[in-house]
Nanobody, 125 residues
Framework: QVQLVESGGGLVQAGDSLRLSCAAS????????MGWFRQAPGKEREFVAQ????????YYADSVKGRFTISRDNAKNTVYLQMNSLKPEDTAVYYC??????????????????WGQGTQVTVSS
């Protein structure tokens, strides 16, 4: 089992920045795909960004490309999502996800085995 704990959410104004963190613990694997998803009320959970843990390849949804950056700290077993130029439409619960041995672009929630509890991000206009 892999445990994921997100933090860093909050209430901000449009144009502000936030950095989300996802700390991983438990069973270790030689490689992972780590992803961030978000879910707004009444909407499906959608892909935001992914990083391949071992080699650092990143993928982004078009809606966040150029504004959000996913990164990892191997020593801390932590993945980050730096969110800049936030917009009201970024308001959602943000979830961290992990798929052991994932190496390709994993864009749907069903592609990931482990999930965090989520952290709320609210952007006011």
């Amino acid at each position: 089992q892999v445990q994921l704990v997100e933090s860093g959410g909050g209430l901000v104004q449009a144009g502000d920045s936030l950095r989300l963190s996802c700390a991983a613990s438990g069973r270790t694997y030689s490689s992972y795909a780590m992803g961030w998803f978000r879910q707004a009320p009444g909407k499906e959970r959608e892909f935001v960004a992914q990083i391949t843990w071992s080699i650092g390849i990143t993928y982004y949804a078009d809606s966040v490309k150029g504004r959000f950056t996913i990164s990892r700290d191997n020593a801390k077993n932590t993945v980050y999502l730096q969110m800049n130029s936030l917009k009201p439409e970024d308001t959602a619960v943000y979830y961290c996800a992990c798929e052991p041995y994932g190496s390709r672009w994993l864009r749907t929630a069903n592609d990931y085995r482990y999930w965090g509890q989520g952290t709320q991000v609210t952007v006011s206009s």
